[in-house]
């Protein structure tokens, strides 16, 4: 079945330390994709997104992400985490045309930095 | 920025009754929004699309007689969890997205639902 992975289902860092949370995605042909941030109490929040261009792709709070289409993978990276970046974070994708309906989304990665 | 307020953020029914879950778009007009259901350390699966003056689009498995979507203006979408059961006990999440069609989706804070 067409799916979203995300493979880090609790990832526990102290600050400064660089983050990397994978993600896969099984659909073929053009996606979008998007990652999404949970801050405890909060609702989710686009961090960054990708529809076509350059695969590095740049978003809020320092985060970047790679999209690899040979691997289907669209990694969320950011080089020096600090603690307010303790929160839940989705991968979601969705097939065809931008803004296109119906994303689909990863299990969620929950993030915990330790000061 | 946009907002997307849901309502209740929590609410706890006996089974057999039903229950009202409002998402409302605060500053912009949502003609389509969507409806999520997201268990324990599982991720967010959409249940169904709804699109302003239309009938909702149910996903598979998703039972339409159970949940009732309601979709009647350009700013509010309902939920109705009908007969509840504890199976039912879940956090429910609204989106919205606003009119063209790169419009980002905005969520709402989610509603946790438990059927005693």
């Known amino acids: 079945a067409q799916s979203v992975s995300q493979h880090n289902h609790h990832v526990i860092l102290s600050e400064a330390a660089s983050l990397e949370l994978g993600c896969n995605y099984s659909?073929?042909?053009?996606?979008?994709l998007f990652w999404y941030v949970q801050y405890p109490g909060q609702h989710l929040q686009l961090l960054l997104k990708y529809f076509s261009g350059d695969p590095l792709v740049k978003g809020i709070k320092g985060f970047e992400a790679e999209f690899i289409k040979s691997k289907f993978s669209f990694n969320l990276r950011k080089p020096s985490v600090q603690w307010s970046d303790t929160a839940e974070y989705f991968c979601?994708?969705?097939?065809?045309?931008?803004?296109?309906?119906?994303?689909?989304f990863g299990q969620g990665t929950r993030l915990t930095i330790n000061p | 920025g946009a907002v997307v307020s849901q309502h209740p953020s929590r609410v706890i029914c006996k089974s057999g009754t039903s229950v009202k879950i409002e998402c409302r778009s605060l500053?912009?007009?949502?003609?389509?929004m969507f409806w999520y259901r997201q268990f324990p350390k599982q991720s967010l699966m959409l249940m169904a699309t709804?699109?302003?003056?239309?009938?909702?689009?149910?996903e598979q498995g998703v039972e339409k007689d159970k949940f009732l979507i309601n979709h009647a203006s350009l700013t509010l979408s309902t939920l109705t969890v009908t007969s509840a059961h504890p199976e039912d006990s879940s956090f429910y999440i609204c989106s919205a997205r606003g009119v063209g069609g790169n419009s980002p989706l905005h969520f709402g804070n989610g509603t946790r639902l438990t059927v005693t």
């Open positions: 659909y073929g042909g053009t996606v979008n």
């Open positions: 979601a994708v969705n097939k065809g045309i931008q803004g296109a309906q119906k994303l689909v």
């Open positions: 709804s699109n302003e003056g239309s009938k909702a689009t149910y």
């Open positions: 500053d912009f007009q949502a003609t389509t």
